[in-house]
C-alpha cells in the first residue's frame, strides 16, 4: 500500500532533549516536506526536500533540522524542543511535478 | 508574498442543506489550487485540485470548486451535505510553478453539520 509513515504518532518529552520524528514514503517520490499544524495557524511548512541531499527552509525553519540521506525518509530532528513547538508535525510526499501530497497520519509532540 | 486566506473560521450547516467554503489567495502567477479535507484524528486528503483548463473542477466525495481569477478566490461547494462531511477543510496554493512541496496553507475551516 502506497503511503506515509511517521513514528512516533505521539509523544511527550521534556524541554531540551534532543528528538527525531523519522518520515518514510514508499512511493519514491522525490519531493518530502514537514509541516505542523496549530490552531487558528493552518499548516505552515517547516522544511522541504526536493531530492536526495537537497534541502531547504520553509516558512517557519527555527528550531528545526532535516536531513535527506536517502529518497525514502525525511527525518525532522529537534536538537533542543521547547515549549512553543509543541504542536501536530505532518509529513508529506509528492512526486515531481505533481504537487499532490501525500500526508503521513501526524505526530502530536508535547514539549514539557 | 503569497498567502491564502480563508475567512471563516467556523460554519455549521443543517445536514442536506448546500455548502460553501470561502477561498482567497495572493499570488502572482497563475495559481496552482487545493483544498485538502482533514477529519479529526486524521491526516490531510485531497478533495480537489486546479492547475489549468474549466474553472470549475469536481473533486470526490460529491465536492467541486470554482476559480475565479478576478475575485483571487476559488471557493468549495458541496450541494447536500452529509453528516460524514463534518472536518476542517484547507485551501492551498503551490508556490512554485515546478510544483513540489512548496504549498502554502490557509487557516482552515472548520465545518460543523446539525441532523
Known amino acids: 500500500e502506497a503511503q506515509v509513515t511517521q513514528n512516533p504518532r505521539y509523544l511527550i518529552t521534556v524541554t531540551g532533549k534532543k528528538l527525531t520524528v523519522t518520515c518514510s514514503q514508499n512511493m519514491n517520490h522525490e519531493y518530502m516536506s514537514w509541516y505542523r499544524q496549530d490552531p487558528g495557524l493552518g499548516l505552515r511548512q517547516i522544511y522541504y526536500?526536493?531530492?536526495?541531499?537537497?534541502?531547504d527552509k520553509g516558512d517557519v525553519p527555527e528550531g528545526y533540522k532535516v536531513s535527506r540521506k536517502e529518497k525514502r525518509n525525511f527525518p525532522l530532528i529537534l536538537e533542543s524542543p521547547s515549549p512553543n513547538q509543541t504542536s501536530l508535525y505532518f509529513c508529506a510526499s509528492s512526486s515531481k511535478g505533481t504537487s499532490r501530497l501525500n500526508f503521513g497520519p501526524g505526530t502530536r509532540l508535547t514539549v514539557t | 508574498a503569497q498567502s491564502v486566506t480563508q475567512p471563516d473560521i467556523h460554519i455549521t450547516v443543517s445536514e442536506g442543506a448546500s455548502l460553501e467554503l470561502r477561498c482567497n489567495y495572493s499570488y502572482g502567477a497563475t495559481p496552482y489550487l487545493f483544498w485538502y479535507v482533514q477529519s479529526p484524528g486524521q491526516g490531510l486528503q485531497l478533495l480537489l485540485k486546479y492547475f489549468s483548463g474549466d474553472t470549475l473542477v469536481q473533486g470526490i466525495k460529491g465536492f467541486e470548486a470554482e476559480f475565479k481569477r478576478s475575485q483571487s478566490s476559488f471557493n468549495l461547494r458541496k450541494p447536500s451535505v452529509h453528516w460524514s462531511d463534518a472536518a476542517e477543510y484547507f485551501c492551498?496554493?503551490?508556490?512554485?510553478?515546478?510544483?513540489?512541496?512548496?504549498?502554502?496553507f490557509g487557516q482552515g475551516t472548520e465545518l460543523s453539520v446539525k441532523p
Open positions: 526536500s526536493m531530492n536526495v541531499e537537497v534541502t
Open positions: 492551498a496554493v503551490v508556490r512554485a510553478a515546478n510544483g513540489g512541496g512548496k504549498l502554502i
